[in-house]
DNA sequence: GCATCATCTTA
DNA sequence: GTAAGATGATGCG
């Protein structure tokens, strides 16, 4: 049933593709001869990225009001598969207006398409100059799609060796994949291979057209046979292979379709001609013109003349930029992948690290910014800011350290493309501003009560930093989450996480570009770099306004847009403000409150180490017959692997030996006991005992972590500065670091953890019945596995089969595979998949759950955590294997890793409103405990108060924010108090 | 001076 | 096998 669409209306002359038969399926191609170490053959859909991107992107306009939207994600589209694949040959595709075939054949064929907006068609001629003076050959045939036009190009470009890219979101074109013609989706980066088309419909790529003709395409108007949806369709396929087949065993087929199948047979041919995509088009061109024009002066004048015209202006900055794609990209020849991929990772490096020559010019005075450098201005700007439900506040100061950094100007906005800066401690000599600048205490004793007001909004990037800054001058920005109904009403930065975590970089330069398409001035321009970068307070006051005034101008128009996109997506909308920025104003309680240290303690365990340290250092030299870098892995690789003649060494991947713990503690060698005790000892003092008292505040002894909210990619925090989510606790000298953080006197550390959080989500998630029972009746889960898959009873458990089924449980939330398992346990591949199959089957829900989790992350693209946070998985689609399967376990991990992370902010929500000030304070966070220090006399009591509000967060501080969570089993909190860590844990 | 690698620490 | 950060060594500019 895959008869091709054969109409005398198309513009088909055999005789230009005289070696090709007219029954042409490319997902059959014999493909034998292709040649994959060149660049392919790159066939874009420009149609579906002209509708793609109109649709998607947000509505931007020329300042004569030209649409450009379009224009600039199709342009954008086609820049990213220049960069990518350095192709020689490539066409771009679109449909025309005129009607096809196949409205000829089927008078509902697209029928419920609306008009196309005037906005859009617009666009269109511009689109089709740009696409011609980038050099790409354009292609539109009246009376053929663009679907077909592809479909031609690629089955010629595979008979003639090359391998192809087809570049649609489309999924029809399906039909077109095989090993050598693969779909790229430059607009969400999915990649689909014939796996892939396996993996999304279920069917092989051939199987496509027939899949299309039973299901039918509701939005093409192609009816299929009733009664035959996705699932049908997949089943009969994979039983009979084509439709031809099933027709002919009608009588065997099972159930309704089967009785639907016989009535609508007739339809089939009809439908099948609509589905196929024809690829023996006469496209009317000469094959060889489909090279790119890589000349770089070509078109170049054109292509200035349209980038101006539509006041794109980063691109034509970018003209004259080397690795302009257009700039003769072409022109070395073929690129071998690696060499492209690498060019490729050059290319963005530089592209992102663009920068403005000149500050003056770069300042845009159709914008109204301004300094204030009077009372009469500042006393405008006070009414102003008194009068708006919400503003945008930055502060400038000396440091991006918090601790020590001093506030040099502050900035503030209230609307788009208008904002003030107040400079306050600028002090380069030579500047005849800084006479000028208002005094720093006025000025602040005036801001007090608006920025103190819970009525007036606060927007900021990364407002945690600011709040910081401004409580060291008295002002408090935080307000306190209990009773404020519009304090903080948007943090652009942590906006931009909860829409999306998995973009590595949340900075605002980084959101300017992507959201705003601006390129600010960068901190870098006005300060300078490395060894002679100044403070911002040595930055001329003009130049810091321009800086400090886009930076408020950006924030307000982040805020707008995501404010926008918050407003379509009720779930962000809470995680932002019931989740995120209630999270961030404790984090910033939590990093000014501190935690003590015992000093005097660290030092003697610094002198300790560092004593053995030295006595390890000569046993070592002993032993090696030389003095050598202990420290250096690459020394002691050669020294015991070639010096020593010790065998078993392995390679890293650079080519030097491996000396890990891991390798080590296999070997039976003096000097490898050495080692690993050296390791230990130096580990600890260097990155703990001594690092840790330097970093301590010299007056109170306490020390402030930093707490990264907009980092992970699944919403955990992050701790830097020092890190105090790492300090040691497996081995006993490792406590001794923990033994040193302590409370002052009359209060004792109290730690509250959640007990087995991870595998009680996957309890909650799979709801399987075995792994739900054991957490319903408190069982130890790791003996309640090994008798559960041993089929013992919990007594006859042995440690080792428990240690086994630990293995197996953590194996579990981080995606397992034999491999990773067999390594962890030291057994072969064979033994350890017997033992993953063990499991499985005495926890059948638990191998659906992640089955369904890769499903559900190649269909969406995103998995989801129990508050409802997406978090997407670009990589699901990678072409390379490794990258997809790293891909895989992360999604399978993450729905786990990030429900824990919303659990415990809830909770440390929970906990703060109760918790009684005076008595008690939050101090760490660490994915799964909280660390407090508390007045001894009162810590049995808030010990009660912080176990029961953690254990039963999810039926009140999430439902109070209005999620509604069914929780499967108990969350089980366990306390203790100390009167350092390591005792309280 | 800066980036990358190998190693080791945590949940 | 997931998610992080800090350190010293090494190599490049």
Not at 386 to 409: C, K, P
Not at 417 to 426: D, G, M, N, S, V
Request: aromatic share 6%; proline share 4%; with cysteine.
């Amino acid at each position: 049933m895959t008869d091709n669409a054969h109409n005398s209306h198309l513009p088909i002359n055999p005789d230009t593709v005289p070696s090709f038969e007219t029954m042409t399926n490319v997902a059959t191609m014999d493909t034998s001869h292709v040649n994959k170490d060149t660049p392919p053959f790159i066939l874009v859909d420009g149609s579906y990225y002209l509708f793609r991107t109109y649709h998607a992107l947000p509505k931007m306009m020329t300042t004569t009001g030209q649409h450009t939207n379009a224009i600039r994600g199709t342009l954008n589209a086609l820049l990213k598969l220049m960069r990518r694949y350095h192709p020689t040959h490539m066409a771009v595709c679109f449909d025309t207006r005129a009607p096809t075939f196949r409205h000829q054949l089927s008078a509902d064929y697209k029928a419920s398409r609306p008009p196309m907006d005037i906005e859009l068609s617009q666009q269109i001629p511009y689109l089709h100059r740009l696409v011609t003076a980038l050099g790409i050959p354009l292609l539109r045939i009246e009376g053929a799609e663009a679907d077909d036009i592809i479909g031609t190009l690629a089955y010629r470009a595979v008979a003639e060796g090359h391998h192809v890219v087809i570049s649609t979101g489309d999924k029809d074109m399906a039909q077109l994949v095989n090993d050598c013609v693969i779909l790229e989706d430059s607009f969400t980066g999915k990649i689909t291979d014939s796996q892939g088309v396996v993996d999304k419909f279920g069917i092989n790529p051939e199987q496509m057209i027939d899949f299309l003709t039973l299901m039918g395409d509701s939005s093409d108007g192609i009816k299929g046979v009733p009664g035959i949806g996705k699932k049908t369709a997949q089943d009969l396929l994979n039983k009979y292979g084509t439709i031809d087949n099933i027709l002919q065993n009608l009588a065997d087929v099972k159930g309704r379709g089967a009785k639907s199948l016989a009535e609508h047979a007739g339809d089939i041919p009809l439908n099948a001609q609509l589905a196929t995509i024809v690829t023996d088009l006469d496209i009317g061109q000469d094959w060889s013109d489909l090279q790119l024009n890589t000349d770089p002066c070509a078109h170049v004048d054109e292509l200035r003349a349209l980038y101006s015209e539509l006041e794109f202006k980063n691109e034509l900055a970018s003209l004259d930029h080397p690795n302009h794609p257009a700039n003769g990209q072409g022109s070395k020849g073929v690129a071998a992948s690696q060499a492209a991929t690498e060019a490729q990772a050059q290319i963005e490096k530089s592209l992102q690290s663009t920068k403005i020559d000149n500050i003056k010019n770069s300042k845009n005075h159709d914008k109204a910014w301004h300094t204030i450098l009077d009372m009469p201005a500042f006393d405008s700007l006070i009414e102003q800011l008194e009068n708006s439900a919400h503003f945008v506040i930055d502060t400038e100061t000396t440091s991006v350290h918090w601790r020590q950094a001093e506030l040099v100007g502050l900035s503030f906005a209230t609307q788009a493309h208008e904002a003030y800066y107040i400079p306050l401690a600028h002090s380069l000599e030579g500047d005849a501003l800084t006479t000028k600048q208002l005094d720093r205490d006025t000025i602040l004793s005036r801001l007090k009560p608006i920025l103190e007001n819970p009525n007036i909004g606060k927007i900021g990037q990364h407002l945690k930093y600011d709040a910081h800054i401004l409580s060291r001058y008295d002002i408090d920005l935080l307000g306190s989450i209990h009773d404020k109904p519009n304090n903080w009403a948007m943090d652009t930065m942590l906006a931009s996480y909860v829409i999306n975590a998995a973009i590595t970089r949340h900075g605002m330069d980084d959101l300017a570009r992507h959201y705003l398409q601006t390129q600010t001035i960068s901190f870098e321009d006005v300060a300078g770099k490395g060894a002679k970068q100044v403070s911002f307070d040595q930055v001329a006051i003009d130049i810091a306004s321009d800086y400090a005034c886009e930076d408020a101008d950006i924030t307000y128009q982040l805020f707008k847009i995501f404010n926008q996109k918050l407003a379509n997506d009720d779930n962000n909308q809470k995680l932002l403000h019931e989740l995120e920025i209630p999270t961030a104003e404790i984090l910033c309680q939590m990093e000014a409150e501190g935690i003590l240290i015992k000093r005097p303690f660290l030092n003697e365990l610094s002198k300790r180490f560092d004593e053995e340290i030295i006595v390890l250092e000569q046993r070592a030299y002993e032993v090696a017959g030389e003095e050598f870098n202990l420290a250096s892995p690459k020394q002691l690789g050669e020294m015991l692997f070639d010096k020593l003649g010790v065998i078993g060494g392995k390679k890293t991947k650079t080519g030097q030996y491996s000396t890990g713990e891991a390798v080590l503690s296999k070997i039976d060698h003096p000097l490898v006991d050495i080692v690993l005790e050296y390791r230990s000892l130096a580990k600890l003092k260097n990155t703990y005992t001594d690092a840790l008292d330097n970093v301590a505040d010299p007056i109170t002894n306490r020390v402030h972590t930093s707490y990264h909210q907009a980092l992970t990619s699944t919403g955990r925090l992050s701790s830097t500065d020092p890190n105090l989510q790492n300090i040691p606790i497996r081995t006993a000298t490792g406590r001794l670091i923990r033994q040193a953080f302590i409370a002052p006197e009359g209060r004792v550390i109290l730690a509250a953890d959640y007990s087995q959080i991870e595998l009680r989500l996957m309890a909650h998630f799979s709801g399987d019945e075995n792994l739900t029972r054991a957490f319903n009746e408190g069982l130890d889960i790791h003996t309640a596995t090994a008798a559960e898959v041993l089929g013992k009873t919990v007594e006859e458990v042995t440690p080792t089969e428990r240690r086994n089924a630990k293995a197996i449980n953590f194996g579990l939330l981080y995606g397992m595979s034999a491999f990773g398992l067999a390594k962890q346990l030291q057994m072969s591949r064979g033994e350890a998949q017997d033992y993953i199959n063990m499991y499985f089957n005495r926890y059948p829900s638990v191998k659906e759950y992640m089955i369904n989790t890769r499903a559900s992350a190649y269909d969406k693209g995103y998995v989801e955590t129990i508050l409802g946070r997406k978090l997407y998985t670009p990589d699901i689609n990678n072409s390379n294997r490794m990258v997809k399967q790293a891909a895989e376990r992360a999604a399978i991990n993450a729905p786990l890793q990030g429900s824990a992370a919303d659990i415990i902010k809830l909770a440390m929500i929970a906990v703060d409103k109760v918790l009684p000030k005076a008595q008690a304070k939050m101090l760490l966070q660490v994915h799964d405990e909280l660390v407090f220090e508390v007045d001894a006399d009162k810590a049995a009591d808030i010990s009660k108060l912080i176990k029961n509000a953690m254990q039963e967060v999810l039926s009140t501080t999430a439902v109070a924010s209005g999620w509604q969570v069914d929780f499967a089993v108990p969350l089980l909190v366990e306390t203790d108090i100390g009167s350092n860590w390591d005792e309280a844990h």
